[in-house]
């Protein structure tokens, strides 16, 4: 059985991070049992210290399966978090679990396993090999573990596939695009079958045109095989389209966590607000908030049907193609009904919280 596979008989969370610090600087080590320093702002610590906090007192877990998304803009920190999950930067203090196993009192060997095989990292920079084949490159990983060439050539073959590289298995690097790189990237995480990927900003180089259809590609791959995904990322579309829950940080902190319809609907803070501001709503609330008890004739309907997990905007054009409402289905059980009037509701109500975000700019991100 795959690493891949036992995970889904695990329970608990994949990552559970507690009161985790990440500090740059002298004496490091004193600032995050400090009351006094740890209450500085980022300017103020770095004035009185000489340090900063990268990482500040941040704690989450990361649920088998989901695509857990960390978001915020340049140097709020969330490169520096995900390269501490698996200690490619060594966290200041706080509690780093995975699986239930200390990952801060990992030694150097078992460090190494989970790094080569129940954490792959995809990054911007996707350091292929030049000389080597796309198979070649995809098989590295399984190189290292050991693999007989036979078997990983094979396996590097299946992941080839897997992303859409087709027919491109012997080509080099510089013969390919760079989305085509990206997928080779993605490939070479794949083939050693980890229990969880993570996504360094991997797709802000791309072209905006490739940038989606990678995008596309992550939600196809963890739709067909539900693969935990911790996914890091300045863009807020990026984000909202990709991720089941968001970790917005802003200064080292988590400054809202929850799921892309509470961040958009329910922002924590002045900041927040203003960050989502221009989100269209109906893009990001689900039916779930739209729909109508079902009555006795609904329940007899025969008509067209969605899911709760259904966006208002693609409920909105499925009232508008079939002229009737909706029946919101979890799969032979009913759990409501969205019509015209329900759709003009929620959009309206969506439409009055933005007005009042729009008025809410305290704090501008910068």
């Given at each position: 059985?795959?690493?891949?596979?036992?995970?889904?008989?695990?329970?608990?969370?994949?990552?559970?991070?507690?009161?985790?610090?990440?500090?740059?600087?002298?004496?490091?080590?004193?600032?995050?049992?400090?009351?006094?320093?740890?209450?500085?702002?980022?300017?103020?610590?770095?004035?009185?210290?000489?340090?900063?906090?990268?990482?500040?007192?941040?704690?989450?877990?990361?649920?088998?399966?989901?695509?857990?998304?960390?978001?915020?803009?340049?140097?709020?920190?969330?490169?520096?978090?995900?390269?501490?999950?698996?200690?490619?930067?060594?966290?200041?203090?706080?509690?780093?679990?995975?699986?239930?196993?200390?990952?801060?009192?990992?030694?150097?060997?078992?460090?190494?396993?989970?790094?080569?095989?129940?954490?792959?990292?995809?990054?911007?920079?996707?350091?292929?090999?030049?000389?080597?084949?796309?198979?070649?490159?995809?098989?590295?990983?399984?190189?290292?573990?050991?693999?007989?060439?036979?078997?990983?050539?094979?396996?590097?073959?299946?992941?080839?596939?897997?992303?859409?590289?087709?027919?491109?298995?012997?080509?080099?690097?510089?013969?390919?695009?760079?989305?085509?790189?990206?997928?080779?990237?993605?490939?070479?995480?794949?083939?050693?079958?980890?229990?969880?990927?993570?996504?360094?900003?991997?797709?802000?180089?791309?072209?905006?045109?490739?940038?989606?259809?990678?995008?596309?590609?992550?939600?196809?791959?963890?739709?067909?095989?539900?693969?935990?995904?911790?996914?890091?990322?300045?863009?807020?579309?990026?984000?909202?389209?990709?991720?089941?829950?968001?970790?917005?940080?802003?200064?080292?902190?988590?400054?809202q966590l929850g799921t892309p319809e509470e961040i958009v609907t329910r922002p924590a803070d002045a900041?927040?607000?203003?960050?989502?501001?221009?989100?269209?709503?109906?893009?990001?609330?689900?039916?779930?908030?739209?729909?109508?008890?079902?009555?006795?004739?609904?329940?007899?309907?025969?008509?067209?049907?969605?899911?709760?997990?259904?966006?208002?905007?693609?409920?909105?054009?499925?009232?508008?193609?079939?002229?009737?409402?909706?029946?919101?289905?979890?799969?032979?059980?009913?759990?409501?009904?969205?019509?015209?009037?329900?759709?003009?509701?929620?959009?309206?109500?969506?439409?009055?919280?933005?007005?009042?975000?729009?008025?809410?700019?305290?704090?501008?991100?910068?």
């Amino acid at each position: 059985m795959s690493e891949t596979a036992e995970a889904t008989t695990k329970t608990g969370p994949v990552f559970s991070v507690r009161n985790l610090w990440k500090v740059f600087g002298p004496r490091a080590d004193k600032v995050p049992g400090n009351t006094d320093l740890a209450g500085l702002s980022a300017g103020e610590l770095r004035a009185r210290t000489g340090c900063t906090a990268a990482v500040r007192d941040v704690s989450f877990d990361v649920q088998q399966g989901e695509v857990f998304v960390v978001m915020g803009l340049s140097g709020s920190g969330k490169s520096t978090l995900v390269r501490c999950l698996t200690r490619l930067i060594e966290p200041t203090a706080g509690e780093l679990v995975m699986d239930g196993e200390d990952v801060r009192a990992m030694d150097r060997t078992r460090l190494r396993e989970l790094r080569r095989h129940r954490a792959s990292m995809v990054f911007q920079h996707f350091g292929l090999l030049p000389h080597r084949s796309v198979i070649d490159n995809v098989a590295y990983g399984l190189e290292i573990q050991g693999m007989g060439k036979a078997e990983r050539r094979a396996k590097a073959a299946e992941m080839v596939s897997k992303v859409g590289l087709d027919g491109l298995g012997e080509r080099r690097p510089g013969q390919l695009s760079g989305g085509q790189q990206q997928r080779v990237g993605l490939a070479r995480a794949l083939a050693v079958d980890p229990e969880v990927l993570l996504f360094d900003e991997p797709f802000s180089a791309l072209d905006p045109l490739i940038r989606r259809d990678m995008q596309e590609e992550v939600v196809r791959l963890h739709r067909e095989e539900g693969r935990t995904m911790v996914f890091i990322t300045h863009d807020l579309s990026e984000a909202l389209r990709l991720g089941d829950r968001i970790a917005l940080m802003r200064d080292g902190e988590i400054v809202q966590l929850g799921t892309p319809e509470e961040i958009v609907t329910r922002p924590a803070d002045a900041y927040v607000r203003d960050f989502v501001r221009d989100v269209p709503r109906e893009q990001v609330v689900t039916v779930r908030s739209a729909m109508r008890p079902a009555d006795g004739a609904d329940s007899a309907g025969s008509g067209a049907a969605v899911g709760p997990d259904t966006l208002v905007s693609d409920a909105i054009e499925a009232v508008a193609r079939t002229g009737e409402p909706v029946r919101v289905m979890d799969g032979t059980k009913l759990l409501g009904v969205v019509g015209h009037e329900e759709l003009l509701s929620v959009v309206a109500r969506l439409d009055d919280a933005g007005e009042g975000r729009n008025d809410a700019r305290e704090v501008a991100p910068a």
